[in-house]
């Protein structure tokens, strides 16, 4: 079965991570990490910090991005009596359901559509923040399923303007793809003490079987951190794979370079076509309206192909389908077979 359907990696790993892999110790499993010795967290939260610029204290780590923003939904929803959370229109359903999990009361503010792409209104986020007051704000960008993102001055206006006392998480699982320019998050977060940037390495870097997350926040939580880091250390083999994988940016920025072709095949070939829409994304995967009344073929098409794609259920998006970027040879197959079966309907 070729799935993208849940934006999972369809290439190979680096080298690097492969080498990791072959030569890891088994009996390194037989010890705790002695790091916390030193008062830090992991070797990986260390060489983040080196990477990113960011103080290690103000490194989270997590089992996968979710990990990082159930802690902190759970977290700040949890302490005191304003447990709303303020969440983008169209987004991750488990943004809701890991509030919902804390008893929280979950609002939505717009995306809106605008020719063929989606886009934050930010004075309209500020403005309802503002008139909200919530304890959280999350914003997601690149945003899934829409593929749109914020720009670091967007993010720059938003804290400047919001109170100081909600805390504003980001998530950033799905940057990296169009842009390497990571050199605004340590500014953000040494400014403001209210943000939270979540990543991942299962997005970029391929690897979501290895559940490893991390992110950056401002200063001053000691209390989530005591509540998000774990006292006895990570998970030394996932630690070496993922050390493996922060040092082979070249390997996947090739990848993900690649994946523009896969944009320009659905724009060129489907974009055209009655009934159609190809969004732009700056994520690893691709946003696509089509004629809802081919759902079923389509679906049937696909399964005798071995192809699994995710056709939205999400109100106001029932006639999208969200398309992982794959490999060429499998995005030409989705491709082709939905032009066969559009143009027979």
């Known amino acids: 079965m070729n799935f993208l359907d849940r934006n999972e990696f369809n290439f190979q790993p680096s080298q690097k991570v492969l080498d990791a892999i072959k030569s890891f110790n088994p009996s390194d499993l037989c010890f705790y990490t002695r790091i916390y010795d030193e008062g830090k967290k992991s070797v990986v939260s260390v060489r983040l910090s080196e990477i990113y610029g960011v103080p290690e204290e103000q490194v989270l780590l997590g089992y996968g991005g979710e990990d990082i923003l159930k802690n902190t939904v759970h977290f700040y929803l949890t302490k005191g009596d304003n447990k709303t959370i303020l969440i983008p229109q169209f987004s991750w359903w488990y943004y809701s359901s890991i509030a919902a999990e804390v008893d929280g009361k979950t609002e939505m503010y717009p995306l809106y559509e605008q020719e063929d792409t989606f886009a934050y209104n930010v004075d309209e986020v500020i403005a309802y923040t503002n008139r909200i007051c919530p304890r959280m704000l999350l914003l997601a960008s690149p945003n899934n399923p829409t593929g749109n993102c914020l720009t670091s001055e967007e993010i720059g206006r938003i804290m400047e303007n919001i109170p100081s006392e909600t805390m504003v998480l980001i998530d950033e699982a799905y940057a990296s793809f169009i842009t390497n320019d ?4 340590a500014p953000l977060v040494n ?17 979501p079987g290895l559940r490893m997350g991390f992110g950056f926040m401002g200063a001053g939580h000691n209390d989530f951190l005591k509540y998000a880091n774990k006292y006895l250390g990570y998970n030394r083999f996932s630690e070496a794979v993922a050390l493996a ?3 082979s940016d070249e390997h996947y920025r090739n990848v993900a370079n690649q ?3 896969d944009r320009q095949l659905f724009k060129n070939e489907l974009g055209s076509l009655d ?13 696509i309206k089509y004629p809802i009344e081919i759902k079923s073929a389509l679906q049937k098409a696909l399964a005798e192909q071995n192809y699994k794609i995710k056709f939205m259920s999400d109100p106001g998006l029932e006639s999208c ?13 989705v491709c082709d077979t939905i032009k066969r079966v559009a143009t027979h309907k």
């Open 182 to 185: 990571t050199d605004y998050i």
């Open 191 to 207: 400014k403001y003490s209210n943000l939270i940037i979540s990543r991942t390495l299962s997005k970029f870097y391929g690897l």
């Open 245 to 247: 994988a922060l040092e």
């Open 259 to 261: 994946m523009e072709w």
């Open 275 to 287: 009934g159609f829409k190809v969004y732009k994304s700056v994520a690893n995967f691709i946003l």
């Open 321 to 333: 389908l969200r398309i992982t970027l794959g490999r060429p040879e499998q995005i030409q197959i």
